[in-house]
């Protein structure tokens, strides 16, 4: 039988789309990943060059891969990754690959740690390697700041608790450190702290959408210190401009985060209102976590970001709709 389209790209994890002359060329780490998914597929459909790094590991979405973006499937942590992106010769990187499971990184924080943090360091080296280049993105994550007894300011100290978000702190210092040494990187590097995001392509073990599963399934969701873990959510859709406008326009860290904060069980009530449905759930531990995490975004606001979905759209959008 011969293979689909989708099928061949998928098999032989490379892709030649055609060079659309005069647009921008972007590389994407992780491109394929729950959130940089959207963003692969909102620069593709803004007709640039879209280069994605993505081993297709835990969260990836290889059914995205149609041809219309280059697709190389590498690991990060491969030193051989450097002279890879080198040769792209991207106009922009956004560096999002890594290890993303808190819980995994708990149980196996040698592979988190070792993978994500060579991971980050072969993006750092390529990237000073390209004196063309207009912007690196590194994509971190509110969890750097550790507890958060008040709403967190990007300049204030990194206290990760768990091998996950000490493996993204690593790479916030990396990205002074270059930004800071090398002239080809100097004023152009970027760093986004995002809050929890939600919606399409997400693993279904993420709270929001377990709660999804929840409702379509009957899953029960395992509840982490009785529901009480605080955070603030915002949906996935919101991303993409918001990279583009950093990618434009930002320097130096970003909290990105429309305040919409709940803990759990406050989720889950609203998750039950906005679509009339039951949500099951069952008491559990987890190790290393953070009660609170909540940012000040008055840096992203300035830059001129206008979110386009509200958490309540959002959340109808994905609940009753996707
Ligand atoms: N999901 C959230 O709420 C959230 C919040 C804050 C920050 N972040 C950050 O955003 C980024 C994306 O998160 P996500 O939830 O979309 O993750 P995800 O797990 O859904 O996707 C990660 C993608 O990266 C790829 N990948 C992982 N390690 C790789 C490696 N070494 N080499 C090549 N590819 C690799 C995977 O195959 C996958 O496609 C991560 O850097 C994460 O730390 C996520």
Same mark, same amino acid.
């Given at each position: ?150 709403k ?6 990194? !206290?990760?608790?768990? &091998?996950?978000?000490? /493996?993204?702190?690593?790479? #916030?210092?990396?990205?002074? +450190?270059? *930004?800071?040494? =090398? ?12 809050c !929890?995001?939600?919606? &399409?392509?997400?693993? /279904?073990?993420?709270?929001? #959408?377990?709660?999804?599963? +929840?409702? *379509?399934?009957? =899953? ?10 605080y955070r603030e959510y ?23 985060t429309l305040n919409d904060g709940f803990t759990?069980?406050e ?25 609170k995490y909540q ?28």
């Amino acid at each position: 039988m011969i293979p689909s389209l989708r099928t061949w790209f998928r098999r032989f994890g490379k892709t030649n789309p055609p060079h659309r002359e005069g647009q921008p060329k972007v590389l994407i780490t992780g491109g394929l990943g729950f959130i940089f998914s959207h963003v692969t597929e909102y620069f593709v459909a803004k007709g640039w060059n879209v280069v994605v790094i993505d081993n297709l590991s835990e969260g990836s979405n290889p059914q995205i891969i149609d041809g219309s973006f280059m697709h190389h499937h590498f690991h990060m942590a491969d030193p051989k990754v450097i002279d890879l992106i080198v040769k792209e010769e991207p106009d922009y990187v956004i560096h999002a690959a890594a290890i993303s499971d808190v819980d995994y990184s708990v149980r196996e924080p040698r592979r988190t740690l070792e993978k994500n943090i060579r991971g980050n360091l072969h993006a750092f080296e390529a990237c000073r390697q390209l004196p063309n280049l207009k912007k690196f993105v590194y994509v971190s994550t509110d969890e750097v700041y550790g507890e958060c007894e008040y709403k967190k300011k990007e300049g204030e100290m990194m !206290n990760p608790k768990n &091998p996950y978000s000490c /493996s993204k702190a690593v790479g #916030s210092l990396m990205r002074i +450190s270059y *930004d800071n040494t =090398y002239d080809s990187l100097k004023g152009k590097t970027a760093e986004t702290r995002f809050c !929890n995001v939600f919606g &399409p392509r997400q693993d /279904s073990a993420k709270i929001t #959408s377990a709660i999804k599963r +929840s409702m *379509d399934e009957g =899953y029960s969701i395992p509840l982490h210190q009785e529901g009480k873990g605080y955070r603030e959510y915002i949906y996935v859709k919101n991303i993409p401009p918001a990279i583009e406008l950093i990618l434009e326009r930002g320097q130096g860290i970003y909290n990105m985060t429309l305040n919409d904060g709940f803990t759990v069980s406050e989720l889950v009530k609203k998750a039950e209102e906005v679509t009339g449905r039951t949500v099951t759930t069952h008491p559990s531990e987890r190790p290393g976590m953070d009660l609170k995490y909540q940012m000040d975004s008055t840096r992203i606001r300035e830059l001129g970001w206008n979110p386009v979905y509200t958490f309540e759209e959002g959340l109808k959008e994905y609940l009753c709709d996707e």
